[in-house]
């Protein structure tokens, strides 16, 4: 198994811990006594616990050797998944969910591990290719998490998740080369460092790009299945998971993004996949009527947001190769206030105003990631400050050695 190969597969297990309970939430609900009311905590439950895993454990990546920390949180993500295929109480179900979605952040580490290891040329090629694992993990999750409850029962969902994921822990200490951090920061600096980061431009407008990518990304996934499953199509449960593989499809399709990345294009690309996610929205609005568009409408919307992503981490890890777990996992911070908020605004709209409402607000938050992403001037990447939080003394110490070019970026 090649190194990308194995990290796409790390990324993709430990993201489906998070996203693996939606299909099966009628199964869990029957058998714990769960009622219809309190099923979106079996998801939110996930979900809280990887915000805390952003703010709390991404930043030891930039303190400690990242394939430790990679094998140690997939154990732990796998502890919390048998925590909940074992739970025969609602509680221990949530804390078991909520101790996978604390450890499945193993996903940026890994991400940042990967960017920190590849070489520069190749870094958003790399980077490409390990978060389409993140993708194959989101919407695969929903495919096979539901033909398992289906055939076995939703505990063998959690199973299944812990099994893989153990066997990926041994596998990333057989076959990842080390990554040794530098021994001199702490982890309260590595905190306040992060803190640091939302004093920099390029990350304050890469994170908002964030926020409205998803929020529009949340906004097709979380509502779809309303229309599909309301007349005139009335689709099953197992029906509407397929659109899944139209998502697949657009999201691998966006892995040449990379490539274009490493080439000096990030920015450019960034602007014309958020043009092509607010057109998606167009075709994506007509599923009431034609579920060809709506296929053709999904199938661009994840070509789009994969393009965009991508371009994004490989903007902030070159920016911020010192403290690149850092800069992903705080990145992700915006990506998950977007999702959680795309997901509320569309179902919300939808008991209003129908499909079309739900396609508006998809849109709107699409153009507001590229109203943010056209305002973007921060510096070029690869001409970051490698002191955090001291803005201009490797300026004047350019100016003054260089007569001033490297400071002119």
Same mark, same amino acid.
């Given at each position: 198994?090649?190194?990308?190969?194995?990290?796409?597969?790390?990324?993709?297990?430990?993201?489906?811990?998070?996203?693996?309970?939606?299909?099966?939430?009628?199964?869990?609900?029957?058998?714990?006594?769960?009622?219809?009311?309190?099923?979106?905590?079996?998801?939110?439950?996930?979900?809280?616990?990887?915000?805390?895993?952003?703010?709390?454990?991404?930043?030891?990546?930039?303190?400690?050797?990242?394939?430790?920390?990679?094998?140690?949180?997939?154990?732990?993500?796998?502890?919390?998944?048998?925590?909940?295929?074992?739970?025969?109480?609602?509680?221990?179900?949530?804390?078991?969910?909520?101790?996978?979605?604390?450890?499945?952040?193993?996903?940026?580490?890994?991400?940042?591990?990967?960017?920190?290891?590849?070489?520069?040329?190749?870094?958003?090629?790399?980077?490409?290719?390990?978060?389409?694992?993140?993708?194959?993990?989101?919407?695969?999750?929903?495919?096979?998490?539901?033909?398992?409850?289906?055939?076995?029962?939703?505990?063998?969902?959690?199973?299944?998740?812990?099994?893989?994921?153990?066997?990926?822990?041994?596998?990333?200490?057989?076959?990842?080369?080390?990554?040794?951090?530098?021994?001199?920061?702490?982890?309260?600096?590595?905190?306040?460092?992060?803190?640091?980061?939302?004093?920099?431009?390029?990350?304050?407008?890469?994170?908002?790009?964030?926020?409205?990518?998803?929020?529009?990304?949340?906004?097709?996934?979380?509502?779809?299945?309303?229309?599909?499953?309301?007349? !005139?199509? &009335?689709? $099953?449960? /197992?029906?509407? %998971?397929?659109?899944?593989?139209?998502? #697949?499809?657009? *999201?691998? @399709? +966006? =892995?040449?993004?990379?490539?274009?990345?490493?080439?000096?294009?990030?920015?450019?690309?960034?602007?014309?996949?958020?043009?092509?996610?607010?057109?998606?929205?167009?075709?994506?609005?007509?599923?009431?009527?034609?579920?060809?568009?709506?296929?053709?409408?999904?199938?661009?919307?994840?070509?789009?947001?994969?393009?965009?992503?991508?371009?994004?981490?490989?903007?902030?890890?070159?920016?911020? !190769?010192? &403290?690149? $777990?850092? /800069?992903?996992? %705080?990145?992700?911070?915006?990506?998950? #206030?977007?999702? *959680?908020? @795309? +997901? =509320?605004?569309?179902?919300?709209?939808?008991?209003?105003?129908?499909?079309?409402?739900?396609?508006?607000?998809?849109?709107?938050?699409?153009?507001?990631?590229?109203?943010?992403?056209?305002?973007?001037?921060?510096?070029?990447?690869?001409?970051?400050?490698?002191?955090?939080?001291?803005?201009?003394?490797?300026?004047?110490?350019?100016?003054?050695?260089?007569?001033?070019?490297?400071?002119?970026?």
């Amino acid at each position: 198994m090649g190194r990308n190969t194995l990290l796409a597969a790390v990324c993709a297990v430990a993201v489906a811990s998070i996203y693996a309970a939606q299909p099966a939430l009628a199964g869990i609900g029957a058998d714990l006594g769960v009622p219809a009311s309190g099923l979106g905590w079996l998801v939110a439950a996930g979900q809280l616990g990887y915000l805390a895993g952003l703010a709390l454990l991404v930043p030891l990546g930039d303190l400690r050797d990242r394939r430790t920390l990679i094998a140690g949180h997939l154990v732990l993500t796998a502890a919390g998944a048998l925590a909940a295929a074992s739970a025969t109480r609602l509680w221990v179900l949530l804390a078991g969910l909520g101790l996978a979605g604390l450890f499945a952040v193993v996903v940026q580490t890994t991400v940042a591990y990967a960017a920190a290891t590849a070489a520069p040329a190749e870094r958003g090629r790399t980077l490409g290719a390990v978060t389409s694992g993140v993708v194959l993990g989101i919407l695969g999750a929903r495919i096979a998490a539901g033909a398992l409850a289906t055939a076995w029962g939703w505990r063998s969902v959690y199973v299944v998740l812990a099994v893989l994921l153990v066997t990926l822990a041994g596998s990333a200490l057989k076959l990842l080369p080390p990554d040794p951090r530098p021994g001199s920061s702490s982890y309260r600096a590595a905190l306040t460092s992060l803190g640091g980061l939302f004093r920099d431009r390029l990350f304050v407008t890469r994170g908002l790009v964030a926020f409205f990518l998803f929020a529009s990304f949340g906004a097709l996934w979380s509502g779809l299945a309303l229309p599909l499953a309301a007349a !005139p199509w &009335r689709l $099953s449960a /197992a029906q509407i %998971g397929l659109f899944g593989l139209a998502g #697949l499809v657009g *999201a691998l @399709g +966006a =892995a040449r993004a990379g490539r274009w990345a490493d080439a000096g294009f990030a920015r450019p690309v960034t602007a014309g996949a958020l043009a092509l996610l607010a057109l998606s929205w167009l075709a994506i609005g007509q599923a009431s009527w034609s579920l060809g568009l709506a296929v053709a409408g999904v199938v661009v919307l994840d070509f789009a947001v994969q393009a965009a992503h991508v371009s994004s981490q490989h903007l902030l890890t070159t920016a911020h !190769p010192d &403290r690149t $777990s850092g /800069a992903i996992g %705080g990145y992700m911070l915006f990506y998950s #206030l977007g999702s *959680a908020f @795309g +997901a =509320a605004a569309t179902t919300a709209a939808y008991a209003t105003a129908g499909w079309a409402g739900s396609s508006v607000f998809g849109a709107v938050f699409a153009l507001g990631a590229l109203v943010t992403a056209l305002t973007d001037r921060a510096r070029p990447a690869g001409r970051c400050r490698s002191a955090p939080g001291r803005p201009g003394r490797s300026r004047r110490r350019a100016r003054r050695t260089t007569g001033g070019r490297a400071a002119s970026g």
